[in-house]
Structures are given as C-alpha cells and as structure tokens.
C-alpha cells in the first residue's frame, strides 16, 4: 500500500532574537519551546479527533492530556442544550436545588460525572479523560510551566469556545489557543482558528441569495477571514500515513487476503443540512447489488449515527452474501484498518469525517446522497467533486477501475502553518 509520508515542517529556533544575539530564554529556548499539549473536546468523536489528529501532525501524540467539556445529562436537560453551557449548568443546579425533594425530581434531574473511562478502541495513551475546569487547566499549565514549558491548547466544538476563551485570557503568555471549528465570531479571542472554507459559504452570493436577508447576521461567519484563520477543504483528522501504516500490519491477517477489489461502504446518519431517510438505504441497497458484479469483497460499517431502520435494512439485504462482510460493533473498530486495505470507499453524503479521511488516501471515494445535503454541506461537496476526488455511487460502476486524485493534506498543511505562526513568536514544537 502506497502512503504519503507527512513531512512537517521544521523552523530554526530563536528567529529574529537568536539573529541578534539575544539570550536563549529569548530565542525560542527551554521557555519558548512547546512541548506539550492541552485537548479540550466535547464529547464528540468527530470533534475530538480533530483535534488529536493536529496533535499528532505537531509530534505531540505522546505528550498531551486530555479534558472534556461535560453537559448535565437526563430529564429536561435534553431540551436545555440550546443554552450556552455555562448557563445550562446553572439552569440544572437551580431546577435540582428547587426539586431535589419533590416527585418530579426525576424530570428535571441531571449527571455530571467529575471523569471518564476512556473506551479501549480510543489510542489516546491515556487512562482517563477529566471534565473541562479553567481554573484548574490554568494552575497546571503554570504550576507546571518551568518544568513542562509552554502548552499547546486545542479545543473543538462550540462548547469548548469559552473553555479555550478563558484559558488564553488567564495564561496568555504560556499557552498558545487554537480552536477549531468556527466560532462564530471575536474570532481574535484565540491565537489561531481552523475551519472549513464551506463555512464562509453565508458569504458568497450563492449562500446569500439561499438564505433570508434578516438572519444573514446570525450565519456563520460575519466577516471573512483574518490573518489567524487558515481554511481547510474537510476535517482534521489522524489518518496520517504513520497510523495507516500500523494499522496495515495490524490488519494484516483479516484484510490482505480479502479479493480484489476490496471495497469498504461507510454509512453515517441523517444530519440537519444532509437529511435524509430510509429511502436512502434502498437506493444503496439496489446500487450496491449490481455494484457486487464487479467487486472482489465488500466490507461494510455503520456509525454511531446510523438509524437502526438503514442498519436493519442493510442486514436482511447482504448478512448472507458471500462477499459482504457487516461489522457488528463489536471488538476492534476496522475502520483505520479499511483505510489502509481498501481499493475504493462507498460513503454517505452526511459525515464530513470520513470523506476527509478517505480523500485523504488518494483512492477512489464515490458519495451516496448528495442530493439530500443542502447549504454548506452542498458547497463541501462541490469541492470534493472539483478537486476529482469524489464522484456520485450510481451502481453501474465498475469497482475495479483505480483513479486517484491529490490527496487531501489537511492536517499536514495546518500543522505547518502553525509552526509559522509559532516561529513568528520565536517560539518552536517540540
């Protein structure tokens, strides 16, 4: 299997200081040096691999630790996830002080658990992941600053914003924010963004003449991009090509001898701005039957998204086919394993995901549904197709033809930017 190696860029140290002399502590020393790193998530896996995946491209992945924005969960809480969570966390403390005694405790009762297991197929070298807490990521970044150095802060998510907001306000010559996602706006309350270029669609004329007038305000974004953002085609993510490269010898033993072509179908769920229903399982069903002609094997997995009536519907149509293999969710997740096997990739047109990670492999990806997806996600899926790297899954194709298209290099691209970025400062990675 071919890969490209990540080569990330490497900035001499000091910069404009060391030129002149200056003293180490000022040139991008022991106190200029990042070495490690701080990850605030949401409890989203799309989410919190991007941020893991940048980590990763920076030389970090053994040096970071990890911290969980947490909502109070059960009850009306499922309803009160509109509200900043700041405010939806006093909102839980009052309703259960006011019914903790009462018999409809049980509607309004919330958890928040003070840590989390991490699951086992989560590689983040870590036996725990903490609840998000400013104040006590700020006291161990500078408790911690003349041994460990400056830290790196990535957060993803909109409940992360005030998180990483917060911490750079409090430690901003320690740390150095990114956050990633678009925040909607002060985008210079953080040292670096990183978000979709689809994000910026509210500003085009095609994105204005789609939505009304009087809301333009509230779309994301409002301005065009300053010098602290940089734009990426898709999501980040860790499917680099030292973790493809693992995972074919992992992988080794139940894929490399699957018949050729090996073709994996992922399938998602319907989102907001790519909605759909079981009628698009029909439509993969009977493309996918005259699809198998021409296939050697077909694995198939779903995502935590996947509705069990498209689940179900795939399982009565290929659990017997001799070709067809149907992950059933338990043991090893294959997914990085199917990247690195696979001939070519079947996947649905909601998750931004795993189409960024499968372009980012340089095989033949076709997308089921993008007819469904509609604003920002129409204009992501636009670029894929003008870049070459995506067609549309029609069944008549013929699954043993190899085409191949640049690579997404997302994650690699912003690594080296902020490398620059860090430089400018006199400050360096590693």
């Known amino acids: 299997m071919a890969t490209r190696p990540i080569r990330l860029q490497v900035e001499p140290m000091g910069g404009v200081a060391a030129a002149a002399g200056a003293p180490e502590i000022f040139a991008g020393g022991a106190r200029g040096a990042v070495r490690r790193a701080v990850v605030i998530g949401n409890g989203c896996a799309g989410a919190e691999n991007q941020c893991l995946g940048l980590v990763r491209a920076l030389g970090l992945a053994d040096r970071f630790m990890i911290y969980r924005v947490i909502r109070p969960t059960g009850g009306i809480n499922k309803w009160l996830h509109f509200l900043p969570i700041s405010m939806h966390k006093l909102v839980d403390r009052v309703l259960r002080q006011m019914f903790s005694n009462d018999r409809f405790a049980t509607l309004f009762q919330g958890k928040s658990l003070a840590q989390y297991t991490v699951c086992n197929d989560q590689a983040f070298g870590l036996s725990s992941i903490l609840e998000a807490d400013t104040k006590k990521i700020v006291s161990m970044v500078n408790d911690t600053f003349e041994k460990e150095g400056l830290a790196l802060v990535v957060a993803c998510g909109r409940d992360t914003i005030s998180y990483a907001n917060s911490i750079r306000c409090l430690a901003p010559d320690n740390v150095f924010v990114i956050q990633i996602q678009h925040p909607r706006f002060r985008l210079d309350r953080f040292d670096f963004v990183v978000t979709p270029r689809h994000d910026y669609y509210a500003l085009t004329a095609r994105g204005k003449q789609e939505f009304p007038y009087l809301l333009w305000r509230w779309i994301t974004p409002r301005k065009p991009p300053g ?12 499917a680099d090509s030292a973790a493809l490269r693992i995972a074919a010898s992992e992988w080794h033993d139940e894929l490399a001898n699957s018949p050729k072509p090996l073709v994996v179908v992922n399938i998602g769920g319907p989102t907001r701005n790519c909605n759909y229903d079981v009628g698009l ?4 069903v009977n493309s996918l039957h005259n699809a198998l002609k021409t296939c050697g094997s077909v694995r198939v997995s779903f995502s935590r998204r996947t509705p069990h009536k498209v689940s179900d519907l ?21 997914h ?95």
Request: glycine letters at 8%.
């Open 281 to 284: 399982a029909k439509q993969l």
């Open 314 to 334: 795939i399982l009565k149509e290929f659990s017997t086919h001799p070709k067809v293999y149907i992950w059933n969710g338990e043991g090893s997740n294959p």
């Open 227 to 238: 010098p602290n953002v940089v734009l990426t085609v898709g999501a980040l993510h860790q």
């Open 336 to 430: 990085l394993g199917h990247l690195a096997w696979a001939d070519a990739f079947i996947i649905t047109a909601d998750s931004i995901s795993m189409l960024s990670e499968a372009c980012s492999t340089g095989k033949p990806v076709y997308v089921v549904g993008t007819e469904h997806c509609r604003w920002k996600f129409s204009d992501f899926h636009n670029t894929l197709h003008e870049r070459g790297a995506v067609r549309p899954f029609t069944g008549l194709e013929d699954m043993s033809e190899n085409w191949s298209y640049p690579p997404l290099n997302d994650v690699i691209d912003v690594a080296a930017r902020v490398r620059e970025v860090l430089a400018e400062r006199g400050w360096t990675v590693g």
